[in-house]
């Protein structure tokens, strides 16, 4: 059967009309990007450094890479929002990801490029996850976009030993790293290909022109951070790494207890065939052949995947946006089992249209599914902060939505987070705002509990209201006989 034909010139188009659907659900559902501690933790940071440029007040660090709250401060700049800046961020990484693993596909596979958009609009367009992340603000998309568009670029270099392509590579190589730390662990291999080949074909004046790329690059990190620009080498996560945690799947660290469904060896590769990613990938798998494992594409992408994913499950934690960052190269890598299982099983029109058309169903109510809880969280926390404005003159002992309620407008004259230290007292008439069923479980035993016990255990609580989603706010009293 044949496949519409897609060509090049509709790049734009296809650009624009993405472009118009991110914006236009975003309009319809009300979803700012924000939730979590994250996401409000890179807003506060973009905004510090927006008043830097504007003000030269100084940003002071902040514990993350400074690319994402970087590039938001610059586009607030122009555009005077920071949260629309975050988000648009990640709404044109997300469209330049799907361009570049097209080029990808096109790279290793001439003859199916054409149609691998197709491939890419029911995978990777509408792959949950991936498709949540363009509007989150968040570093995941743009981290993203780095590092497919460094690996483009690296490889390209690698068979046309085109200049541009070398000091693209490095920009977005060296972009990618200070976008998210562990994409370093993914551009490990190909970045030592890139110098291998660039050693062979070696130019003096290309070689200054890359170290100036990097120390731009780079420059960012070190003048924010300054002494502390290696501190990241001494992460928990990296503390803790370890080959035996491939196998379990129980985890108590400094971010309290997680018990996880699957080992973390199976959780490293799950972008691979995990719903949220690729619900369709376990059925591919049974259409893969020996000779696919002989095509050159098949060593050169699958080995920085694999590598990530034995990096990620060394670590004592489970998140499955840190393995967006290998996903269009998964999805590029499953591209030839997707053309057998078309020639093999929907090989008519009737059967090609029927699964495209169930695809779109299937990925549309995964798409709700994953994402319902991310659109509550952010509803909830605009709720709970818009009612804890009225009482915003006074302390506020809380944890975990300290961020949302800044962000909101909350000018209380302290808000303090439970997590940071064990305390032995708090201050009367101060507030307290908590969710005991939300942090019960794991944070048993770590600071957030355990000064929540010490509060209801020590001091007279009036409860003022019941928010949505569990939280209560209280006044506290007098310390009790």
């Given at each position: 059967m044949n496949f519409p034909k897609i060509k090049i010139t509709n790049h734009l188009t296809i650009t624009f009309i993405l472009f118009l659907l991110l914006i236009l659900i975003r309009i319809i559902c009300d979803f700012n990007g924000l939730y979590g501690q994250d996401s409000y933790e890179y807003l506060r940071y973009s905004r510090r450094l927006t008043e830097f440029f504007t003000a030269g007040k100084p940003p002071g660090d902040y514990f993350w890479p400074v690319n994402f709250p970087l590039y938001g401060a610059i586009l607030s700049l122009v555009i005077g929002d920071s949260i629309l800046s975050l988000q648009?961020?990640?709404?044109?990484?997300?469209?330049?990801?799907?361009?570049y693993t097209f080029r990808l596909?096109?790279?290793f596979y001439p003859n199916?490029?054409?149609?691998?958009?197709?491939?890419?609009?029911?995978?990777?367009?509408?792959?949950p996850f991936l498709f949540q992340s363009a509007f989150l603000v968040r570093s995941d998309m743009l981290a993203v976009f780095f590092t497919t568009a460094a690996i483009y670029h690296l490889l390209k270099y690698g068979r046309e030993y085109n200049r541009a392509d070398f000091f693209l590579a490095i920009f977005f190589s060296t972009s990618a790293v200070m976008t998210r730390y562990a994409a370093a662990v993914v551009l490990l291999i190909p970045g030592i290909l890139l110098i291998i080949t660039f050693i062979?074909?070696?130019?003096?004046?290309?070689?200054?022109?890359?170290?100036?790329?990097?120390?731009?690059?780079?420059?960012?990190?070190?003048l924010i951070k300054g002494a502390h620009a290696a501190e990241f080498i001494g992460h928990q996560w990296l503390q803790s790494w370890s080959i035996k945690n491939w196998f379990l799947s129980k985890f108590t660290t400094i971010d309290g207890y997680q018990n996880y469904r699957l080992p973390n060896l199976l959780y490293g590769f799950s972008n691979f065939y995990?719903?949220?990613f690729f619900f369709i990938g376990i059925v591919f798998l049974f259409f893969m052949q020996k000779k696919i494992f002989h095509r050159r594409v098949y060593l050169i992408l699958s080995v920085p995947a694999g590598i990530?994913?034995?990096?990620?499950?060394?670590?004592?934690?489970?998140?499955?946006?840190?393995?967006?960052?290998?996903?269009?190269?998964?999805?590029?890598?499953?591209?030839?089992?997707?053309?057998?299982?078309?020639?093999?099983?929907?090989?008519?029109?009737?059967?090609?249209?029927?699964f495209t058309g169930l695809v779109v169903l299937i990925q549309t109510a995964l798409i709700y599914k994953y994402s319902s809880g991310i659109y509550q969280a952010n509803q909830v926390e605009k709720e709970v902060a818009h009612a804890v404005l009225s009482y915003s003159d006074r302390p506020i002992y809380t944890f975990a939505i300290d961020?949302?309620?800044?962000?909101?407008?909350?000018?209380?004259?302290?808000?303090?987070?439970?997590?940071?230290?064990?305390?032995?007292?708090?201050?009367?008439?101060?507030?307290?705002?908590?969710?005991?069923?939300?942090?019960?479980?794991?944070?048993?035993?770590?600071?957030?509990?355990?000064?929540?016990?010490?509060i209801r255990n020590n001091y007279k609580l009036e409860k003022i209201e019941s928010l949505p989603s569990g939280w209560e706010l209280f006044k506290i009293g007098a310390r009790k006989d």
């Open positions: 648009l961020i990640s709404m044109l990484s997300f469209i330049s990801t799907v361009f596909i096109q790279l199916g490029g054409k149609q691998g958009y197709l491939y890419l609009l029911l995978f990777l367009v509408q792959s062979r074909r070696f130019r003096f004046a290309d070689f200054l022109l890359g170290l100036l790329i990097t120390a731009l690059c780079f420059s960012p990190h070190f995990y719903p949220g990530y994913a034995l990096f990620l499950a060394g670590i004592p934690f489970q998140n499955m946006r840190f393995l967006l960052l290998t996903f269009p190269l998964a999805i590029v890598l499953m591209f030839p089992l997707f053309q057998r299982f078309r020639h093999k099983v929907i090989n008519k029109n009737i059967y090609f249209w029927s961020g949302a309620l800044k962000c909101y407008g909350v000018d209380s004259a302290d808000i303090l987070n439970m997590w940071y230290s064990e305390l032995d007292s708090v201050k009367i008439s101060s507030l307290v705002l908590f969710n005991q069923d939300k942090f019960k479980q794991q944070w048993k035993d770590k600071n957030p509990i355990i000064n929540w016990q010490m």
